[in-house]
């Protein structure tokens, strides 16, 4: 009923295509099909961010993840000198375009954010969290599990990832021990 | 220049809070000023949490939203339907007859009171007279007069309620969830995920405590009513609903729910003063709500502490009566969520700045 009465009937807006291009694009969404994907659109929400604006801070509670539909997001970590007692902010990466950040939160409880997000331009941003992804599994089950399907196979590769991280730092130090 | 834009972001952040908080604001004045729309409100919301477990399952099966919330709505309305059809006769009869014998009732109980007074008189001759020569029974005809006299009043209201609530409760299943998201569209960036959140733990926990209290509400009055009806005791359904209805008031609510049937026994001298069987009945249904129904259902949804929930119970009758004393806990546990978490965002907003 709000739908017809905000939008017009039986056609999508550009702002719609776009949400659903930039949803099928992304890995977590792109087993869903057309009428998954339609449907999927009217529970994300999109947000605009002003250049300069915070996305999330470090050490926020998190309840899940944004995908860039357009503009660039710098991530920032934090650090406190102990002996200064100054913070520190680091770039530690860029985020364009169809990239996306903050999934771990979709999975975790009472998530904190790891990093600080700072859009650099005007910023897009589809956001979807855990209470959106609840719903999608409550009502369309099918959908909720090729959802979930992609997000462990995510964080399985940065799991992956950092413990292959984890090895090659683990033998360096070793080296170093056996030369000392 | 890095100074100017950020000026800027936090002008633009206070306008769009500012915003926000005229928009929820509304809502709460629109929701207590507009007469009997709180109230249709909380019943909707009612309906609401009790379907929509039915409605995410047919929709599940592959049904539209549409079609998946009609059926369990016409579900809902084949239910009380067989429920006036069977049950009204008998509900009806058991208020008219209790109509009819309300006189006869109140003659019983006024020499039973008047036998008190005079008793007392004569046992406590230092007190003054006048303090043992309150027209009870006048205080008590006054109160069923003046509730006989409204009574019009109340059907209209109940009528107009009956038929607007089930048709808000279907929108709120149909469309609830877009009407929240448009509203969370005006939320500003920085509180959007807070108030998200807030939504959800609040209507999970809210939709759990209403859900488990009908339950609590549907066995309690099953057990009184077998209960009554098994001893043979007049107007069993009719005590057995209420029973179960005030069951949903913590700790005072059970014992108000007995007190009718306590009443009807006292001034009734024919059913034999079954005071142990009504006591046995009132008191088994009070077990299996503490032992059973209470720690799986009610204890893990709302954690509040007893005081809390006594003063909770003060301020809601104070308010708003018995509907206050019921609505009062699933208020409080939602008053204590938001709290929580805003607290909890703002210490962290501290923190962080």
């Known amino acids: 009923m709000i739908d017809f009465l905000w939008n017009p009937i039986l056609k999508k807006t550009k702002l719609q295509r776009t949400v659903i291009d930039k949803l099928k694009e992304n890995i977590l969404f792109q087993d869903l099909n057309p009428a998954e994907l339609t449907w999927l659109e009217k529970i994300v929400h999109l947000r605009t961010y002003q250049p300069g604006e915070v996305v999330f801070k470090q050490g926020d509670l998190g309840v899940g993840m944004y995908i860039i539909a357009k503009g660039t997001v710098n991530i920032y970590v934090e650090e406190l000198n102990p002996q200064s007692g100054e913070v520190k902010s680091q770039l530690v990466t860029q985020l364009k375009e169809n990239d996306f950040l903050g999934d771990l939160a979709l999975v975790e409880v009472n998530s904190r954010r790891s990093a600080t997000a700072l859009c650099q331009d005007e910023c897009s941003l589809i956001g979807f969290f855990k209470p959106d992804l609840i719903e999608v599994t409550e009502r369309n089950a099918r959908s909720g599990v090729k959802i979930l399907f992609r997000l462990s196979e995510v964080l399985g590769q940065r799991l992956k990832e950092t413990t292959s991280k984890i090895t090659v730092m683990r033998k360096k130090l070793q080296e170093k021990e056996l030369k000392a | ?353």
């Open chain 2, 1 to 353: 220049m890095k100074s100017l834009l950020a000026l800027s972001l936090q002008k633009q952040k206070r306008i769009q809070t500012f915003f926000f908080a005229l928009i929820l604001l509304g809502i709460v004045l629109l929701l207590s000023l507009v007469h009997n729309l709180f109230i249709m409100f909380l019943l909707s919301l009612v309906t609401f949490f009790l379907l929509s477990p039915a409605v995410n399952f047919f929709e599940r099966r592959g049904l539209s939203r549409l079609n998946a919330t009609l059926i369990p709505f016409l579900g809902m309305t084949a239910f009380f339907a067989i429920l006036v059809v069977y049950f009204s006769p008998s509900l009806f009869d058991q208020a008219t007859s209790l109509q009819e014998k309300i006189p006869a009732y109140l003659k019983t109980f006024q020499d039973f009171t008047g036998q008190w007074q005079t008793k007392l008189a004569s046992d406590f001759k230092f007190l003054p007279k006048d303090l043992f020569q309150v027209p009870l029974q006048d205080y008590l005809l006054n109160w069923l007069g003046s509730a006989m006299a409204g009574l019009p009043e109340i059907l209209s209201q109940s009528l107009t309620i009956l038929f607007l609530v089930p048709l808000f409760a279907f929108f709120m299943l149909l469309e609830g969830r877009v009407l929240v998201r448009l509203i969370l569209q005006f939320a500003p960036n920085h509180l959007f995920e807070l108030f998200l959140n807030l939504n959800y733990q609040i209507s999970s926990q809210i939709g759990g405590f209403i859900r488990a209290r009908l339950i609590e509400t549907v066995i309690i009055s099953l057990v009184t009513w077998v209960g009554l009806g098994v001893l043979g005791f007049p107007y069993a359904l009719l005590l057995a609903v209420l029973a179960g209805i005030l069951n949903v008031i913590p700790y005072i609510g059970p014992v108000i729910g007995a007190l009718p049937a306590f009443a009807l026994a006292l001034s009734n001298p024919e059913l034999g003063a079954p005071y142990f069987w009504l006591f046995v009945i009132y008191g088994m249904g009070q077990l299996i709500d503490t032992v059973i129904l209470v720690p799986f259902l009610v204890a893990k949804i709302v954690n509040l502490h007893p005081v809390t929930v006594i003063v909770s119970i003060l301020v809601g009758a104070q308010f708003m009566g018995i509907l206050g004393m019921i609505i009062c806990i699933p208020l409080m546990s939602t008053l204590k969520v938001s709290f929580n978490s805003i607290y909890g965002h703002l210490t962290e907003f501290r923190n962080n700045a």
